[in-house]
């Protein structure tokens, strides 16, 4: 059995400068990053290609994870969690997607877009009953988009309608990651057709609700050991204590979500990158044409330098971004710093972006062999791809970011 993470003291600001803060990691994240790294290396590598390959699930793994603490680490200790702050949080999942994105993801919606919510916003009777399942293992997931509401969350269909002690939910649901093995599900649906956007509430939604059912798996592009599929509700019925905050807060609590969840995403494209960069200098040092290693040519150089001059941004853009994100849930000390929000789409935008050039370049030094299956890079050029499109496209991210700042002009 895996060992269990122990919580984690947060990183502080070491000094400043010119150019603002600057920090590091504090002795309990370094050793959390190599137990990490070690677990990613020893138990995630040995059949990632031939996951991807059969578009398997990784039970096996998910449950190991569980059993660390690492699907509870934004739950407080006093619910059975790791009690982790954001950066310790983002630190993992960056190790988990150096060696395999789908693994990472499917760990960081369950923490960022069930757990985040729940402890931030839920009732005390709900986070008893529910993040200590969460914490100790249970898959979460989120349901926001559905067919005809991607970007334009204001424009989702599902509803949901009082029913003496209980809401009744209707509508369909699109891109649902962990569908068919989370447990529990935060789920917005429309409340008060009237009220336009202030008439969204948000639910939490068991697996085994009457009514809830999981559809097709999608095929997909990338990232496919990590299950998405759509998911249905037909007249499912859930008790009025599961729902977030109060009703009509479901699109204000969507956006906040989304907000937290971003850092996740920059982060699972610095583990990308990273190992796009690493696999691209192993590349170069050993491919010879023209009677010398690729590694000699200029090109091949100015390249390499690209990417590692990209990849240290993003990574700091990203700590950053965390740190200002403060704590766990809502029981911590490290509060949330007023431009967490802006500095969350900056890390994602930035991140995501980057990952996808340095995949592209990796490729390009890789030539015709990183066109090939066998080669690990073309699996991270189809994993990364949708990093610049959920939890909010690239576009999405300059909107927010252009709204923070001149909201204060």
Not at 53 to 63: K, Q, S
Not at 127 to 147: I, N, Q, S, Y
Not at 384 to 400: C, K, N, W
């Amino acid at each position: 059995m895996p060992p269990a993470i122990a919580p984690t003291a947060p990183a502080a600001p070491a000094a400043t400068g010119a150019g603002g803060p600057s920090f590091g990691l504090s002795e309990d994240q370094e050793l959390l990053r190599e137990q990490v790294r070690r677990f990613a290396e020893e138990r995630i590598r040995p059949g990632v290609q031939e996951r991807d390959r059969a578009h398997r699930f990784p039970a096996e793994i998910v449950g190991e994870m569980g059993e660390m603490g690492l699907l509870g680490m934004l739950v407080g200790e006093e619910y059975g969690g790791a009690g982790a702050d954001v950066l310790t949080y983002a630190i993992v999942v960056e190790e988990l997607a150096r060696v395999c994105a789908a693994t990472a993801v499917t760990m960081s919606v369950s923490n960022s877009v069930c757990c985040w919510p729940i402890a931030r916003f839920g009732g005390e009777a709900l986070k008893r009953r529910v993040l200590p399942e969460l914490a100790g293992g249970a898959l979460g997931a989120f349901g926001l988009t559905e067919p005809g509401a991607g970007s334009d969350a204001g424009s989702l269909r599902t509803a949901a309608r009082r029913d003496g002690d209980s809401w009744v939910l209707s509508g369909e649901k699109a891109w649902i990651s962990n569908a068919g093995f989370a447990r529990w599900h935060v789920v917005i649906a429309r409340t008060d057709p009237a009220a336009g956007k202030r008439g969204m509430t948000a639910f939490v939604v068991p697996a085994d609700a009457p009514g809830f059912a999981v559809g097709e798996p999608e095929e997909k592009l990338g990232l496919r050991a990590s299950r998405t599929a759509p998911i249905h509700f037909n007249d499912c019925r859930v008790p009025a204590e599961h729902v977030l905050g109060s009703p009509g807060q479901g699109f204000k609590i969507a956006l906040a979500t989304l907000d937290h969840s971003r850092i996740g995403i920059a982060a699972q494209s610095v583990g990308i990158h990273q190992r796009a960069l690493e696999l691209a200098v192993a590349y170069a040092r050993e491919r010879v044409q023209f009677g010398v290693p690729i590694a000699r040519h200029q090109a091949i150089r100015f390249r390499i330098a690209e990417m590692a001059t990209e990849l240290a941004a993003a990574r700091l853009k990203t700590w950053r971004a965390a740190i200002a994100a403060g704590g766990a849930g809502a029981a911590t000390d490290v509060p949330e710093a007023p431009e967490a929000g802006r500095l969350a789409a900056e890390a994602k935008l930035f991140a995501s972006e980057a990952a996808n050039r340095a995949c592209q370049e990796s490729l390009q030094i890789h030539g015709g062999n990183g066109f090939h299956d066998d080669y690990e890079i073309s699996r991270l050029y189809r994993d990364v791809r949708v990093t610049t499109i959920y939890e909010g496209t690239s576009e999405m991210q300059r909107l927010v970011i252009a709204r923070h700042l001149l909201a204060r002009s």
